[in-house]
Each structure stands twice: as C-alpha cells, then as structure tokens.
T-cell receptor
C-alpha cells in the first residue's frame, strides 16, 4: 500500500528565504513520487516528479526535491522564496507496477505563505 | 493550461436537482479520473477510467454517477446530493494507468449544495 505524510499543514517564510516542505511516504513497491502545486481556485499543476535515475529532481519555478530511499522522504526545496510561490503544495506517490500503477495517493497538503 | 478542461467552473445546486459535470481532454490520454477535494481533507480519488472502462470506484455513493463515452470525455452526473458533497471536483487524465502516474488536472468545478 502507498501513503504520504506531509509534515506541517502550514509553512511561512520571508521572501528570499529557503523553502522546505517535507514529505514522507510509504510504499510496498518502488515508488514514483510527485509534487503538485495548487493556486487558489485552480487545479493541480505538476512541479516535479521522480520515477527512476537521478535522485535529485529539478522542477519548474526553481523548485527541486531529493528522493532519499533510506529515509523514505521526498522533501521539496527552493533556495529563495518569491511572493508568487504562495500556494498549496501536495506530495503524491504511486507505485510502479501492477494495480498501483497510475493510482496517486496524496498527502493532506502544505499551505505556503510568503511574507514580504 | 494543462489540456484538461472542466465545465462549469462553479455550480450551485439544490438537494433535489440533477446536474452534470463535464471534463474534456485532447491530450490523447487513455485514463481519466475524478477527485474530490474537501476542506481539510486529503484529495479523494472517486473514479478511474481506463480506455473508457471504469476500473476503480472507491466506495462513492450512488448519487454520484460517472460516465465516460469516449477517451476524451468524462462526466459526473449528480442527483439528490447532500450539503456535505460541497467541494471542489477535479478531473485528471494520464497517458495510461501504467505510465508513471503523472496526471494532468483540470481547474476543477466548485460545487455548492444548498
């Protein structure tokens, strides 16, 4: 079975500060991992994903995430926050085989606030 | 613009009404999904369609009835809903259930049941 835990439902940072959003997962099979962003009254937009290969994944808008199998983590970071980064961020996991393929399990989301 | 279009964007309906949500994608994807997003709850997968066949129904009440007439269109028919069904309903599509799970989401329909 797959599941996702996002630590911290709300994160606040100052503009220019480091952004760190935490995600831990559990999966009975090698996982595919995703970060999505949702702006108010919008759908979810893919930020980045890990399937195989390099464990440090770069996404859009300067975000990146590192897959750490030993820690079952996939934390999202950005070196310098911008006001436009304020949104809700969702971590998701799917399996890579059998009935787990294509079935996304989402965390509860982390609301990021950026202060000027 | 993700290539997945949902209409209407907003819908207010009474508990005795019947309405339908529409989702359309022209990305050539084979799988389509309905998700429910309620305040302070994780995203809930409601239905999965693969090649126009329903492959997953996560114990969704029968007052929600999906329809997938072809691989580009997905509907969610609503009848005799309850106020607790008020939520953002998101449609998504992916190349197939077996291609890494990446889903493309529509902007959602904000449903309010009064």
């Amino acid at each position: 079975a797959q599941s996702v835990t996002q630590l911290g439902s709300h994160v606040s940072v100052s503009e220019g500060a480091l952004v760190l959003l935490r995600c831990n997962y559990s999966s009975s099979v090698p996982p595919y991992l995703f970060w999505y962003v949702q702006y108010p009254n919008q759908g979810l937009q893919l930020l980045l994903k890990y399937t195989t290969g390099a464990t440090l994944v770069k996404g859009i808008n300067g975000f990146e995430a590192e897959f750490k199998k030993s820690e079952t983590s996939f934390h999202l970071t950005k070196p310098s926050a911008h006001m436009s980064d304020a949104a809700e961020y969702f971590c998701a996991v799917s399996g890579n085989r059998g009935s787990t393929l294509g079935r996304l399990y989402f965390g509860r989301g982390t609301q990021l606030t950026v202060w000027p | 613009e993700t290539g997945v279009t949902q209409t209407p964007r907003h819908l207010v309906m009474g508990m005795t009404n019947k309405k339908s949500l529409k989702c359309e994608q022209h990305l050539g994807h084979n799988a389509m999904y309905w998700y429910k997003q309620s305040a302070k709850k994780p995203l809930e997968l409601m239905f999965v369609y693969s090649l126009e066949e329903r492959v997953e129904n996560n114990s969704v009440p029968s007052r929600f009835s999906p329809e997938c007439p072809n691989s580009s269109h997905l509907f969610l028919h609503l009848h005799t809903l309850q106020p607790e069904d008020s939520a953002l309903y998101l449609c998504a599509s992916s190349p197939s259930p077996g291609t890494g799970g990446q889903a493309f989401f529509g902007q959602g329909t904000r449903l309010t049941v009064v």
